[in-house]
C-alpha cells in the first residue's frame, strides 16, 4: 500500500473519472459537449480554475483513453494541467505502467491504491468503491455519480450500499471540477449528519 503525506491542505485536490479523449464518455454519462475537443479543453479549464501549480491532486482513475501502453499519451495532459504532484490511482481503462515519473518538473506516481494522510487524518483512495478499508474517508471514482446522485448501468445501486464516509470524487458529479481537500470534508460531514 502506497502511503503519502500531505502537509498542506489547502494544497491538497480530489478527481476522478476525467476521461480525456474518450468521447463515447458522454453519452454515457450525459456530458454535455459536442465533441471530444470541447470535452477535454472544458475538463482542463475547469482543473486549472482550481488548482494551483504547487498542488497535490489524487486521481482516482480513468484519467484518460489511451491507445498505447506508456506515459506519451498522458505527458499531453501533465503538460497542461495544474499540479506539483499528481497521485494517479489506476483505473480500468488507465494503461500506464505503476512507477514514478518526473515530467517537466512535476511528479507523478502510479499507483492502484493509496492512503493520503493530512491533518491527522487518513484517506483510502483508489479507483473501485469498497466495502472496507483502513483510514477515515475513502474516495473513489468508477461509478460516474451524476449530480443527481443517481448512477446509471451495472453500477447503479452501488450509491445505496455506500457508508457515510465514502465519496465518488468524480467529475460527473462535481461539476467536471476536482474538489478540495475542505470540499471533501464539509461533504462528508453533511452526509453523516443525514444519516
Not at 13 to 41: A, E, G, L, V, W
Amino acid at each position: 500500500m502506497y502511503h503519502f503525506k500531505v502537509e498542506d491542505p489547502d494544497k491538497l485536490f480530489f478527481t476522478s473519472d476525467t476521461h480525456f479523449d474518450h468521447f463515447n464518455i458522454c453519452k454515457y454519462c450525459h456530458r454535455p459537449f459536442i465533441s471530444r475537443s470541447q470535452m477535454n479543453d472544458h475538463l482542463v479549464n475547469m482543473w486549472n480554475s482550481v488548482i494551483p501549480m504547487d498542488s497535490v491532486v489524487v486521481h482516482c482513475g480513468d484519467f484518460m483513453l489511451p491507445h498505447e501502453v506508456g506515459t506519451k499519451e498522458y505527458e499531453k495532459y501533465w503538460r497542461k494541467l495544474h499540479f506539483s504532484t499528481l497521485i494517479h490511482l489506476r483505473g480500468n481503462h488507465d494503461r500506464i505502467e505503476c512507477g514514478d515519473y518526473e515530467f517537466e518538473g512535476k511528479k507523478i506516481i502510479v499507483r492502484d491504491m493509496a492512503v493520503i494522510e493530512v491533518d491527522g487524518v487518513k484517506i483510502f483512495a483508489q479507483h473501485y468503491p469498497c466495502m472496507t478499508w483502513n483510514g477515515d474517508f475513502h474516495v473513489f471514482g468508477h461509478i460516474h455519480t451524476l449530480k443527481d446522485g443517481t448512477c446509471y448501468g451495472i453500477d447503479g445501486d452501488v450509491t445505496k450500499k455506500l457508508r457515510p464516509n465514502q465519496y465518488d470524487v468524480g467529475v460527473d458529479q462535481n461539476h467536471y471540477t476536482p474538489i478540495s481537500y475542505w470540499q471533501l470534508c464539509d461533504i462528508l460531514a453533511k452526509k453523516r449528519k443525514e444519516v
